[in-house]
């Protein structure tokens, strides 16, 4: 009954958005107007910054509206979706740029572009209407009929986005994800290395070990860390290992216990690309940020203690067995001796990302820019 009323409200909601959009699609659409929209607590550091980031000088004006606004910054205007100015320039703006897909119930209209750019590269776990269709759950099948791109990181990919967006394969093109050109580009990766390092000088000599972890519906209460630091510290720290725990922004933090000697938590650092960048090697599950990790041709070590589980819950797109590049740890025990051990392959690695990131290059802003007409050549 309770989730009902709560499906119930959301539907009045989105009526009521509707409403505000028509009345405000009334005003002149500008044509220099660019609205990035973010839904995945990512701190405006994602794909849509990395178009920010090259647009900003230019003769545009931008606004960022956000699902959850949960501050303010000083270069963009940013507003919460529900408020009636992310509505107004929502209505107004010539382009959307988004990495998620909640304002696609909107009436876009004809004059716009919605572009979209996925927050999770690659593709890994089920998502979208391919993990609905699998739980037998009803859903619209017009939600995202709105975009009118869709960039992906390799032809290999292309139907299964097709499938989970359930839009037509030809708005879906392989421009590659604006965020991982960083990863291509050694003298951006030696900047940020000597920024971050200047910034925590007591990291600077150490190894390095992040622990990135999917998110898990169980996880929204207390939060119960799987990964046992004080065996790993044990084991590791006399071998100049720190291990920096990169949690997801969704899961209270207030029973996680480090040291800030050893394990540090690093969950609230807004650029997670300046955290693959310094460190050596990745503990990861089912996350998708395996994909941009790989392109380093770094150690990825895989602590998938639940796999058997999360199979049946959520599902693959691949064998998850052999889709990874790497053995399953299932214990910290075994999670010490990999890494003690040195148990990875980078030229599997390499091959693993190469198959996700083809063409395997640093130029997907340009060619995503260039798609929507928004690329201007350097004179």
């Known amino acids: 009954m309770k989730n009902n009323i709560v499906l119930y409200m959301k539907e009045i909601l989105k009526l009521f958005l509707i409403l ?7 005003f002149p659409l500008k044509d220099k107007k660019i609205v990035f929209c973010e839904g995945t607590n990512s701190k405006f550091s994602g794909n849509c910054r990395n178009i920010y980031e090259y647009l900003k000088e230019k003769k545009y004006s931008f606004y960022l509206v956000e699902l959850q606004k949960k501050q ?10 529900y408020n009636l100015k992310g509505i107004y320039h929502l209505a107004t703006a010539k382009y959307w740029f988004a990495d998620s897909g909640f304002l696609s119930f909107l009436p876009k209209r004809n004059e716009q572009k919605n572009i979209q750019l996925w927050h999770g590269a690659g593709a890994f776990k089920k998502f979208g209407f391919a993990e609905l269709r699998d739980k037998n759950i009803k859903y619209n099948k017009n939600k995202f009929k709105s975009i009118d791109l869709l960039s992906v990181s390799s032809d290999k990919i292309i139907d299964i986005y097709a499938e989970a967006f359930g839009i037509e394969r030809e708005k879906i093109k392989n421009l590659g994800i604006p965020r991982a050109d960083i990863f291509f580009k050694e003298n951006e990766k030696l900047r940020v290395k000597e920024e971050f390092f200047n910034k925590y000088t007591n990291l600077k000599d150490k190894k390095i070990i992040m622990y990135a972890p999917t998110f898990r519906d169980n996880d929204k209460g207390n939060f119960n860390l799987k990964l046992d630091i004080n065996l790993m510290k044990e084991k590791l720290e006399k071998l100049d290992y720190v291990l920096l725990l990169r949690l997801h922004p969704s899961i209270k933090k207030d029973n996680i216990q480090v040291d800030n000697k ?3 938590n690093f969950g609230d650092y807004p650029q997670v690309s300046d955290l693959l960048i310094a460190s050596d090697i990745l503990i990861s599950d089912y996350s998708s940020i395996i994909f941009e990790f790989s392109i380093m041709k770094k150690p990825i070590l895989f602590y998938s203690y639940d796999v058997e589980e999360y199979i049946k819950d959520r599902g693959f797109y691949y064998n998850y067995y052999d889709f990874i590049p790497n053995k399953i740890n299932y214990t910290t025990d075994e999670v010490v001796n990999s890494i ?5 392959d980078l030229e599997r690695i390499e091959k693993f990302a190469r198959y996700f990131f083809n063409p395997f290059d640093g130029n997907s802003t340009e060619r995503v820019l260039k798609e929507v007409g928004l690329w201007e050549e350097e004179k």
């Open 20 to 26: 505000e959009f028509k009345i405000f699609s009334i």
């Open 72 to 81: 303010n910054y000083n270069f963009i205007k940013n507003y919460n979706f």
């Open 262 to 264: 050893f394990s540090f």
């Open 340 to 344: 003690i051990n040195k148990e990875w």
